[in-house]
């Protein structure tokens, strides 16, 4: 007996040690290997998105102080007054306003004005949109004096806010790991929802303002958009009738879900690269109008704004696409590329098979094994002014002294201010204002 129970001791240890080896191994699985690049050297939090954005859903109830709905204009700020207006709407004759927006994910609160009232400031609870981690917003709002209702044609819907920009920032070497500096397209974007006062959670057209800001990179690189995301299956198919860059209609290509090419080759309008600090901005930004018209007003929930899905064309090869991690790819995308390199992309996503039948929520996308990306998008840049990128081949890592807190710990999430500039390892020139349409 009491040899058995030796045994049982001794086996009971063994099945514990390899039980902490095996926890010890799962433990290490995100840690990267040594690497010469610093920004391989981060371990990346445990679901980390890259994203510097949140979907916001607004739930608003209006109603007097005796409990009557009231049907009302209204207003989001950032910050009231003084801040930015991000978008306009009216409650119904019940009372209710509904909506979809974007955020900056350091963003904590929105300021809802109404005619004749004090701002009522909503702080946001999370929820989930589409399946995915969102935020909401939600109140009943009692007004002490009566709203207003005015007679307008449209209401406007501002991304990031009004007059302000977010950046898009590409790696041009997918599949392979590429220096990080993230400036090899560095594409800078306010974006407006047009809708029907009516029904203001229909929108009828996209006005975008682009700005290519940077071209880092010696490939011949193009810019496009899709409307593929991975939650939309068997549809929707947004029925686009109308596509202009600069007033020059855009045809749409033949993949499954619409996609167009707003610049076909970055190299031929910037032929200056503008990320060498001695060369200063040799080549100024270059302005792209963009108006998306939809043939019959689709709804907000079913849209990605402000951007869909953005991607590079790296050097003309129209199938090697480069789009934000977690996007998906379009059905030009070469599926020859995936799982080459440092790619890390599950096989499935650009299995054309799957494009008009399957949901891909969940599934991997343009991220090394250690999920690093090759896009970045900032958002909503630092108050007035625009996001500075890296230097030439200066890591992003090195430019901004609380990236890799965020990267590793998802604080802070604003690292991007100028507070966490390190200047040496950032092309500080920035151009005048931008004006928008």
């Known amino acids: 007996m009491k040899k058995l129970t030796i045994l049982s001791v001794m086996a009971l240890v063994a099945l514990m040690c390899i039980f902490s080896a095996c926890e010890k191994e799962d433990d290490n699985n995100n840690q990267p290997p040594p690497s010469d690049k610093p920004f391989e050297n981060m371990t990346v939090a445990e679901d980390f998105t890259w994203v510097t954005s949140s979907t916001l859903a607004i739930d608003l109830m209006i109603t007097d102080e005796q409990q009557n709905p009231i049907k009302t204009d209204l207003a989001a700020y ?3 007054p003084g801040g930015k207006l ?15 927006y974007k ?3 350091a963003k904590n609160k929105i300021v809802i004005v109404i005619p004749n009232n004090d701002p009522f400031e909503i702080s946001f609870v999370d929820t989930t949109v589409h399946n995915a981690p969102a935020l909401l917003a939600k109140k009943t709002i009692v007004l002490p004096n009566p709203g207003f209702k005015s007679v307008r044609e449209e209401v406007y819907t501002y991304y990031p806010a009004e007059g302000k920009f977010g950046t898009i920032c590409f790696e041009d070497y997918w599949p392979s790991s590429g220096d990080y500096d993230f400036n090899d397209a560095v ?3 306010n974006v407006i929802a047009v809708a029907d006062d009516a029904s203001s959670d229909f929108v ?14 010696g490939y011949q690189n193009g810019f496009g958009m899709s409307f593929r995301y991975g939650w939309s299956w068997q549809g929707p198919f947004h029925d686009i009738s109308s596509f202009t860059v600069n007033g020059i209609e855009i045809t749409k290509e033949e ?30 930004p270059v302005r792209y109008d963009v108006v998306i018209t939809f043939a019959q007003p689709i709804d907000e929930w ?3 704004l402000p ?3 953005p991607f590079l064309i790296v050097d003309q090869d129209r199938g090697r696409e480069v789009h934000i991690s977690g996007d998906m790819p379009t059905s030009f995308a070469n599926p020859d590329y995936v799982r080459t390199g440092e790619d890390y992309s599950d096989p499935e996503v650009f299995d054309p098979e799957n494009f008009k039948s399957v949901s891909m929520m969940g599934y991997t996308t343009y991220v090394t094994e250690y999920n690093f990306p090759w896009a970045i998008n900032i958002y909503e840049g630092p108050d007035d002014q625009l996001y500075s990128y890296p230097i030439e081949e200066a890591d992003i890592s090195w430019g901004y002294s609380s990236f890799e807190g965020w990267v590793t710990s998802w604080f802070p999430a604003d690292w991007y201010q100028p507070q966490y500039i390190v200047p040496e390892f950032i092309f500080s020139e920035l151009p005048d204002n931008y004006d928008v349409k």
């Open 302 to 304: 079913d849209l990605e």
């Open 255 to 284: 993949t499954f879900y619409p996609s167009y090419i707003l610049i076909p080759n970055l190299s031929e309008d910037m032929p200056h690269f503008n990320t060498i600090p001695e060369q200063g901005l040799s080549s100024p």
């Open 103 to 105: 955020i900056a994910t």
């Open 78 to 80: 950032n910050e009231y």
């Open 86 to 100: 991000m978008f306009e709407g009216a409650s119904g004759q019940n009372g209710v306003f509904k909506k979809k």
């Open 307 to 309: 951007l869909q899905n």
């Open 187 to 189: 594409i800078d974007y």
């Open 204 to 217: 009828e057209r996209i006005e975008m303002t682009l700005f290519l800001r940077a071209r880092g990179a």
